[in-house]
């Protein structure tokens, strides 16, 4: 993987915890990606940054308990514009049966609950655009 | 996956998603970069080209965001690479100018690019002028190139917009940051943001005073505003400020003369990046300038002189070089 991976992440509609995300958004600079930070956004203005940006990667923060009602519409709508190739990751405080289900029939790359190294993150966002190249 | 050319007919025909692969692939330097630039080059020029810079936290994308909002009121559709920095030792960057930014996308023709500035010094990327020109070729009337957060030398704005707005606030410093030469001498407009904070009305009187002092001949005397861009104060001025430059610039064929000198400028820097390209790729060998390096440690010669040494090796080898095709 020669080229830069490029990162668009969001804190997901209104929740306003930030800490989660900024420290997720500084840990995937350090390890030399672009990441191109949103802060509160709804799906249909984080898909146009993922389709403005050319966005390898979709990264949502929800810590209030909207990542049923609006996680997987991010992944349907990124669907319904043609980018079929961007995944999405979402991290927060989930309960264990919803990350199961956005893992599964959602569509959600990867959710990651609390306390997930963040080595964890990188690799994996790294081996997604890996994967899909 | 699309092909190249259905890129480029797509972007010319505005498809967002078209426009954006094409910018990635001329941004990482993608072998069909210079097909691109070659088919979307003949495109641009169009769109007018607004420059907008200033110091860390001064608000610029802020008053880009207001700048939008205006411009689309107006009809205008509006394309903007916003660069932030990118990290010397990682290469990542964190790309911050969005969160500022609330495009309404259903109601307004907005495009938005965020580029790290990838190393380079001058407060651009390398590629920030050929992705503002593939957004001109999309269709887009007027283009905003936002700066990353600059010191008092980074003027690649001034060659590659046509009018250069430098955002300050009141924090901005003293009369004697203001008379500093760089970034001062560059502005077309200045604009004094935050200006509902104590101190706005000293700094644009430092400002003018700079101004009224200035021996250099110009027709243009740039104007001074004060908005406070986070309440939208002040931005319809700034918005009729843009024209009247770009009005004065319809003079004399002024900005035909300003497109062309800067055309010039890009052309000897890119001469100059594909020379030392080649120069450090294909015939500096590294051994050399370790075993100059020694010499220097030692001093026995000193650093402009070895390189006066190596130049002049070179240019006795340089016909036999050019012969063999570089």
Known sequence: MDRKIKVVIAKLGLDIHWRGVYLVAQYLKEAGM???????????????????????????????????????????????????????????????DHAKRLEGIYGIHRVYLPETPMQTIVDEISESVRDAA | MQSIDQLIEGS?????????????????????????????????????????????????????????????????????????????????????????????????????????????????????????????????????????????????????????????????????QIMKAGLMEIADIFVVNKADRPGAKDISLSIQGMLDRSLRKRDWTPPIFLTTASLNKGIDELYEGIWSHSRYLQQDSMLEKRRRTQFKLELRNRIESEFSHILWQDIIEEKNIDNLVQEIWARKIDPQNAARRIMGELIEELPGWLQRGG
């Open chain 1, 34 to 96: 672009d990441v191109v930070y949103l802060g509160n956004k709804f799906p249909a203005e984080i898909v146009e940054a993922a389709i403005e940006e050319d966005a390898d990667v979709v990264g949502l923060s929800s810590l209030c308990g909207n990542h049923l009602a609006l996680g997987p519409m991010v992944v349907d709508m990124l669907k319904e514009k043609g980018l079929n190739n961007v995944k999405v990751f979402l991290g927060g405080v989930i309960p264990l």
């Open chain 2, 12 to 176: 010319l025909k505005g498809e967002k998603l078209s426009t954006s692969r094409l910018i990635s692939l001329v941004e990482r330097g993608n072998k069909h970069a210079p097909y691109v630039l070659e088919k979307i080059f003949p495109h641009s020029g169009e769109a007018y080209y607004i420059g907008v810079t200033g110091p860390p936290g001064a608000g610029k994308s802020t008053a880009v965001d207001r700048l939008i909002a205006r411009l689309c009121k107006n009809n205008f559709s509006v394309g903007v690479i916003a660069v932030d920095p990118s990290s010397p030792f990682t290469g990542g960057a964190l790309l911050g100018d969005r969160v500022r930014m609330h495009v309404k996308h259903d109601k307004m023709d907005v495009f938005i690019r965020s580029m790290g500035s990838d190393r380079v010094m001058g407060g651009l990327s390398r590629t920030t002028k050929e992705a503002s020109r593939i957004l001109d070729a999309s269709g887009k009337q007027v283009i905003i190139v936002e700066t990353v957060g600059v010191g008092q030398s980074e003027l690649d704005i001034a060659e590659a917009t046509d009018t250069v707005i430098v955002i300050l606030t009141p924090e901005s410093g003293d009369s004697i």
